[in-house]
């Protein structure tokens, strides 16, 4: 934007110099997709399983690995749970326990039910049997 004779240029001018050199940040797919299409795409991202440090953390310690299928009945055992109304959910997939965050869809904490001292848990209302 140029000042000139120490001038400042008119609002009008501001704002067509503005909207005349921004980047275009839209792609041809985007202005073709329908509303129910850019939706239902955003609702599946903000539905896939996020780990916080200290689960992904706890999955390294105890050398846990999940595999697709574990993460499949993880995810249903999530979308179970938040049918339901739960908030802080255990969630067991066989001899595996997660403590899940629904609302955030995260896993907080992660360890194999063998364990004897993770034999309690607190600060959950709810759980599922995956």
């Known amino acids: 934007m140029t000042i000139l004779n120490g001038q400042f240029p008119s609002i009008e001018q501001a704002a067509g110099e503005y909207l005349n050199n921004r980047p275009e940040i839209r792609t041809p797919a985007d202005k073709t997709r329908s509303f129910a299409e850019v939706f239902a795409n955003k609702q599946t991202e903000d539905r896939e399983l ?15 690995e999940l595999s697709d299928k574990v993460m499949d009945r993880l995810q249903a055992g999530t979308v179970a749970a938040e049918q339901k ?5 255990l969630v067991m997939v066989d001899q595996l326990a997660f403590i899940v965050n629904v609302k955030n869809q995260t896993v907080i904490t992660a360890l194999e039910g063998t364990d004897p001292e993770a034999n309690v848990f607190t600060n959950i209302d709810g759980a599922v049997i995956a």
């Open 50 to 64: 996020k780990f916080s440090k200290h689960a992904a953390n706890r999955l390294s310690e105890r050398n846990i």
């Open 85 to 89: 109304g739960i908030n802080e959910s």
